[in-house]
């Protein structure tokens, strides 16, 4: 629930910013204020006034983003990423607009594709998968010049008509961390076992190194949706603030693979990782930042609370407080300078 009474989707762990201030602390209203003041400003001028397509046509933005994208050493970027899923670019909201066009109409084709092909997959969901990926990739590689040509949707003016079912939106900027040359001390990883693992068959978010409480892990990339235009049927949904939702359902980064942790931990232990804003200290921009509550260990799965809400929605009910004090209670948690060494 919000301050309007209304349900919310996937949120920010409220309780949890209660109780410990923001990164650089400033409070819960003024953060809100400034986001709204920002991100409301930016989507009248620059979204709710137009089509998307008239986004898309204005040639100053398609070539600064062209700038931008060249600047982005493609060897950077996460190489065990879903098809269907692209990342965002860490730069002026704006700017992201027309490089996310494109990639949300073909995004949304493979994601479809690739929702039905798991969904084919019935039983021996784990073996068909890998038995269709490898097809999938002989075939990809006989396909590659043909789709370096054209896109995987063919040519551009045949994508044109599918503008208007894009969710109006726009991205917040992410955190170049992600892209920076050290690989990010997580990573996606297909969900094969356990057999009674509640997401097998999908993705989740894994440590591949040690990850101490308190460490502001990455920040949730997303689109920026206002109430009225969020997609209902979007399980990627996150409260932002006010009337405003991040969507990563087709666009998103790292952040869109964190599971919630029912069914994987149990109600004592909780989940590992809570989402809260913070400024963040380099650009001073609002995001929404996933922190670490307990140590994670490498190979472990990284879990957040969805929220009573988000499963209620869904028709499931689950038990336990929404949040309990206990989970964050490793946050003081510095010990084991020999963990540095992992
Ligand atoms: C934000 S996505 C998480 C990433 C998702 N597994 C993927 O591969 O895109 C949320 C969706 O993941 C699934 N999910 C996440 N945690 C779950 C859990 N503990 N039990 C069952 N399903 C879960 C649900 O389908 C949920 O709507």
């Not at 996937?10 to 923001?22: E, F, H, S, T």
């Amino acid at each position: 629930m919000n301050s309007t009474g209304k349900e919310r989707p996937l949120g920010g762990n409220k309780k949890y910013n209660q109780d410990i201030a923001p990164m650089d602390p400033l409070d819960a209203e003024k953060i809100e204020s400034i986001v709204n003041a920002k991100l409301n400003k930016d989507l009248e001028q620059l979204l709710m006034p137009k089509t998307i397509s008239s986004i898309v046509q204005q040639p100053l933005q398609q070539q600064e983003t062209q700038e931008h994208v060249s600047t982005i050493d493609p060897d950077l970027l996460p190489v065990n990423w879903p098809k269907h899923v692209k990342y965002l670019l860490d730069y002026e909201y704006h700017l992201s607009i027309p490089v996310s066009l494109l990639d949300i109409v073909q995004g949304r084709r493979r994601q479809q594709k690739e929702l039905q092909q798991i969904e084919a997959l019935g039983k021996d969901r784990k073996e068909r998968y890998e038995e269709d990926k490898n097809k999938e990739n002989e075939s990809d590689d006989s396909n590659k010049n043909k789709e370096e040509k054209e896109g995987d949707d063919g040519p551009r003016s045949e994508l044109e008509s599918d503008y208007d079912d894009i969710p109006i939106g726009h991205a917040i900027p992410g955190s170049l961390r992600t892209l920076s040359s050290d690989p990010p001390p997580y990573e996606i990883r297909f969900i094969d076992s356990p057999p009674d693992h509640p997401v097998l068959g999908s993705y989740g978010l894994f440590a591949t190194k040690l990850l101490r409480p308190g460490l502001h892990l990455l920040d949730y990339i997303s689109l920026v949706v206002p109430d009225g235009y969020a997609d209902p049927n979007s399980d990627h949904t996150l409260y932002l603030c006010n009337d405003l939702n991040l969507d990563a359902s087709v666009h998103g980064n790292h952040g869109r693979f964190v599971n919630d942790f029912r069914g994987i931990r149990t109600q004592e232990q909780g989940p590992n990782v809570c989402w809260d804003l913070h400024r963040d200290v380099i650009t001073g921009q609002v995001r929404m930042g996933c922190k670490v509550l307990k140590r994670i260990q490498p190979g472990e799965e990284i879990l957040c609370t969805y929220g009573k809400a988000y499963w209620k929605s869904r028709g499931i009910l689950v038990t336990g407080n929404e949040w309990e004090d206990e989970w964050d209670t490793d946050l003081d948690d510095q010990s084991d300078d020999d963990d540095d060494a992992k």
